[in-house]
């Protein structure tokens, strides 16, 4: 059995590595975009950036396929490990799901809205389903201004950095 849980472990870690490498071009486009007001240099930042979330195409495919193996063998290595009698695995649970909601409300909406807004192709979701690609419109330079004076790369970056060293001192030394 210990052969098996390390090798969950391995797959683990190597998910969550795999995720961190395909949030780094996002990373680098938040900031990005907050010096560009030029139309078409947004849109080849924002389709850049897409790509990464985008389910219709491979590299979208294998990131959503990757946060699935994230989470199925941190569920498994905490069943099989004993540690759901544990407080830290419920605590990451949380903060891995507050970080997604977090990374959502405060990367993904204002990147749809600055899609909008550059005049490009956006996603509107509706609930837990798949999300629908609405046609572009005509870009906006005053809601272009606006999407990127409320966009907050620095907030992105602690909660994703903070939230992974949280995590990782969480499932390091187990304190709780």
Do not use: C
């Amino acid at each position: 059995m210990t052969s098996v849980y390390l090798w969950i472990v391995l797959i683990h870690v190597a998910s969550i590595l795999l995720l961190l490498l395909m949030h780094g071009g996002v990373l680098a486009v938040t900031y990005a975009v907050r010096e560009e007001r030029r139309p078409e240099r947004l849109a080849a930042l924002l389709d850049l950036s897409a790509r990464t979330f985008d389910s219709r195409r491979t590299f979208g495919r294998i990131f959503w396929l990757d946060l699935v193996i994230v989470v199925v063998s941190g569920v498994v290595l905490m069943v099989m490990g004993g540690f759901w009698r544990h407080v830290w695995p419920w605590a990451s649970i949380v903060i891995f799901v507050a970080i997604m909601v977090a990374m959502t409300r405060y990367g993904s909406a204002p990147m749809t809205g600055l899609r909008r807004a550059a005049g490009l192709p956006y996603i509107v979701r509706k609930g837990m389903g798949k999300p629908e690609w609405m046609d572009a419109e005509t870009a906006n330079p005053q809601a272009i201004d606006s999407v990127l004076a409320a966009m907050s790369p620095g907030y992105l970056t602690a909660v994703g950095a903070g939230g992974f060293l949280i995590l990782l001192w969480l499932m390091t030394f187990k304190p709780l």
